[in-house]
């Protein structure tokens, strides 16, 4: 049992119990916080589904996939997400994939920068379908990615390549396109955005 | 090992793996749930900052505590082989070496004096929320819990208390190992390793059906034994083998995890005949998330046993644990998690003629309430209060509280102070233990015995001096209390002696690391702890075995790790440790060095040759005859990982 043996730990007692009081209260304040890279990255993958147009819209009973070559710290928080959300009004299922033969029922394929060796190859395989592909890696675009995420200054932004995109048969809306650090082949116009934010 | 071996045979001591909080590792982040991203706008997401460039988790990175997380790489390019291995990655752990078998694990000190019967007691060891600290004993058999070692995703070693979180024991640390879900380990992987004085074969593996995610593994080795000062065996080579696997559903309404392992050794003693250890253990782990709730629900059973037929002591443990926890938001500045648990206990032990335990068969129960709320009080500041309330079966309730301040100066600059209690709860060995010389009765248990308890006041600082430059550093002030002693069970006769709680005092110390990128391709990784003690016996108290029992400490130790990217698929990492001497017995402070040079020659192959111990051809950790000589190891590495 707690013995309370000097004045020091007495007043420590005495404090922990005028704090327990005073946060019971729930005095405060809204919170800065900060988050962990993945988590960042997890956010941005997801959001990004809303801001792109598929060319031909599936059985809107299955589910929109979200496909992840790698990291399972971003798989577990994109399956956060995923619960209760949905996206172009499909429930969304987020897996991760070990190979290219896994991904040809997915709309969406994150490749995490594990991956880099093979990058290309990769890309190329998925580009020809209608996958928006998104890197996580220097010069990620050349790859032939659609999207490629960055680190600047301890944030994560992201560029976007339209030909790409048009490659995939995607429509990248012009709000995505006025929030990327860099576009790369030009912001022509692009069909609205659609659903689910 | 100690209690129920040849060598220290009618020292104490026991195995085993155990009850332990599950993932409280996600409860004790203090990162916000990914949840509260999904709300914002691009162009604010943009504007988050974040923590870590680090690709593993980082979850404890905005945590006003002293952890160290080794990584998964870490443990990889070190080329360790064994738990104990990946564990001297951490600058604020100590591992001690004592025999080809016995390894010692301390942080902050207190660990142990195996010569008068104090074992490393006040560091809990919880792998995949499973503790693997002895109930009988109390301390950690380091020979039983292994992993396969690529399976480990990453090592959190907390210095300091975490009974808060993590219950009883948590006095000077907890070591979480966390393993890597199955959906991060599929494919084939086989690993080889050998070399003169070790010999390990590794098979796992991995595959996905539909929503489930599995892998299977086996794994076996046998180490050479260690010597004795005059060149001799030691006669305590070892082998063991175990098997286990992991399970992973991902479902809509959250995610569910089954695992479980069981392995046997063999470990040689002096004398006729070899100790044999075994166990097995399953766990299951249900974790869901919504908008505003996490919960999770967590039970297990671990069994283990262990017998030395030199002596034909012996025993066997069954564990059954349940653990229930929730963490949720309470309006904008509140996270609060809070959580219950139960556990048993049922354990058999084969007494010895020389070593009883009076009853040898018994149930021990432990349940636990416990609560932990993080207040932000303005952006930069976090007030985190929290207790739990564990009941043993030896000293009824034990409160342990913990209250912390951390404060986020900058982007790149923590602060954080604390004020903790933890407690070592009473085990058998300290209150049922009867040890006899000849039919004197030498030593008896204390069914009075008191926990040894620690209120620890620590402050810290954790931060980015500069870009590829990362620092932490903390110091603690520990007074402790109730610490064991032997004293006559009589006022009137010397024998029989019995434990008692007769030592008070302080201890305090500081550990520092850094992580330094000094280019793409080398990062140097300095680590340093030290521990100053001042103990003493209460008045009255017989002094008998010393203030030295505390702990046979080292002043300091201190760990350099280099690592270097050699070309793309090149790595070379040498790590250098020195440890200051030990007081009583004495023994030289000691330099050792490992390294570990590894070369993808194809996508499906790396080979490599590692070497331990590599200065001295053999070196004592601990003063003999308690340790044995710790030799030199080389050996080469092949592990193919087909696509």
């Known amino acids: 049992m707690i013995r309370t043996r000097n004045a020091a730990q007495r007043r420590f007692a005495s404090g922990m119990a005028a704090v327990c009081l005073w946060v019971g209260w729930g005095v405060c304040c809204p919170a800065a916080e900060v988050h962990s890279e993945d988590s960042v990255k997890a956010a941005f993958i997801f959001r990004f589904a809303g801001y792109v147009e598929w060319p031909r819209e599936a059985d809107a009973s299955q589910p929109f996939t979200i496909a992840v070559m790698g990291s399972g710290d971003i798989v577990m928080r994109l399956q956060t997400l995923a619960l209760n959300r949905t996206l172009h009004n499909r429930p969304v299922k987020v897996r991760r994939v070990s190979g290219m033969r896994d991904v040809a029922d997915a709309q969406v394929l994150y490749i995490s920068p594990q991956h880099r060796a093979d990058l290309k190859n990769l890309v190329s395989t998925a580009g020809r379908k209608a996958i928006l592909v998104i890197t996580d890696e220097e010069q990620g675009l050349d790859s032939g990615s659609s999207i490629n995420l960055l680190m600047v200054d301890r944030r994560v932004r992201f560029e976007v390549s339209t030909e790409a995109a048009q490659r995939a048969g995607l429509a990248v809306s012009s709000e995505l396109l006025s929030v990327a650090t860099r576009v790369q082949g030009g912001r022509s116009p692009q069909p609205p955005p659609m659903s689910s934010r | ?643």
């Open chain 2, 1 to 643: 090992m100690r209690l129920f071996n040849g060598r220290a045979s009618h020292c104490a001591g026991l195995l085993c793996g155990l009850a332990g909080l599950a993932t409280m590792a996600q409860a004790h982040a203090s990162e916000p749930a990914s949840e509260d991203l999904a709300v914002l706008s691009l162009e604010e997401l943009g504007n988050v900052p974040v923590i870590s460039v680090s690709r593993s988790p980082q979850l404890l990175s905005g945590a006003a505590a002293a952890i160290y997380v080794i990584s998964h790489d870490e443990i990889a390019r070190s080329g360790a082989t064994s738990l104990p291995d990946a564990l001297r990655l951490a600058p604020n752990l100590l591992i001690t070496q004592q025999g080809s078998s016995n390894f010692v694990a301390a942080a902050r000190g207190l660990g142990g004096k195996p010569e008068v019967q104090n074992f490393s007691n006040k560091l809990l060891l919880l792998i995949d929320g499973r503790s693997a600290y002895s109930p009988l004993y109390s301390g950690i058999y380091l020979d039983a819990p292994d992993l396969v070692m690529e399976d480990i995703d990453r090592i959190e070693v907390i210095s300091g208390p975490g009974a808060t979180l993590w219950g009883a024991n948590a006095v000077n640390g907890v070591i979480n190992v966390i393993t890597r879900p199955a959906y991060l380990t599929d494919g084939t992987s086989v690993t080889a390793i050998a070399g003169p004085r070790e010999q390990d074969l590794s098979v796992r593996h991995g595959g996905e059906i539909n929503e489930l995610a599995y892998r299977v593994y086996a794994k076996g080795f046998q180490r050479d034994h260690a010597s004795l000062e005059d060149g001799s065996s030691a006669e305590d080579a070892w082998y063991k083998g175990q098997v286990g696997f992991r399970m992973d559903w991902s479902l809509a309404a959250g995610t569910a995890t089954l695992q479980g392992d069981a392995y046997s050794g063999l470990e040689d003693q002096p004398g006729p005949g070899k100790q044999a250890i075994s166990g097995a253990n399953v766990v299951g782990r249900w974790q869901t998330h919504t908008d505003r709730t996490d919960l999770q629900l967590q039970g297990y059973f671990d069994h283990s046993q262990r017998a030395a037929p030199m002596d034909g002591g012996a025993f066997v443990l069954n564990t059954f644990d349940l653990e229930f926890q929730q963490g949720m938001n309470v309006g904008a500045a509140q996270k609060m998690v809070w959580g219950a648990g139960a556990r048993l206990h049922r354990y058999d032990i084969a007494n010895s003629s020389t070593l009883l335990f009076l009853p040898s068969e018994r149930t021990l129960q432990l349940w636990n309430i416990f609560g932990q709320d993080t207040v932000t009080l303005n952006p930069a500041l976090r007030l985190i209060v929290g207790l739990k309330l564990e009941h043993n079966s030896f000293t009824g309730w034990e409160p342990q509280p913990d209250a912390r301040l951390a404060w986020q100066v900058n982007d790149s600059t923590l602060l954080w102070t604390s004020v903790s209690r933890a407690a070592r709860t009473p085990t058998p060995f300290d209150a049922d233990v009867l040890e006899k010389v000849g039919s004197v009765d030498f030593l008896t248990g204390n069914k009075d015995f008191e926990s040894e308890e620690v209120w620890a006041y620590e402050l810290g600082y954790r931060g980015a001096l500069a870009p590829g430059l990362s620092l932490s550093v903390s110091g603690f002030y520990n007074v402790y209390d109730e610490l064991r002693t032997i004293e006559p069970a009589s006022g009137t006769v010397f024998l029989p002696l019995r434990w008692d709680n007769q030592m008070q005092g302080h201890t305090y110390g500081m550990t520092a690391w850094a992580k330094w990128q000094i280019a793409d391709w080398w990062r140097l990784a300095p680590g340093f702890s030290l521990l100053r003690k001042d103990l003493h016996f209460k008045p009255g108290a017989s002094g008998l075995t010393g203030i030295g029992q505390s702990g046979n400490d080292p002043r300091g130790h201190a760990l350099l790790t280099s690592s270097m990217d050699l070309g793309p698929d090149r790595t070379l990492d040498v790590s250098i440790r020195h440890v200051v001497s030990l007081p009583d017995p004495a023994l030289p402070s000691y330099t050792e060095i490992t390294a570990r040079f590894a070369w993808r020659v194809s996508p499906a192959w790396e080979l490599s040759v590692a070497g331990t111990n590599l200065l001295h051809a053999s070196h004592l950790e601990y003063p003999a005859t308690t340790g044995a000589e710790i030799q030199r190891n080389v050996v080469a590495e092949a592990r193919w990982t087909p696509r």
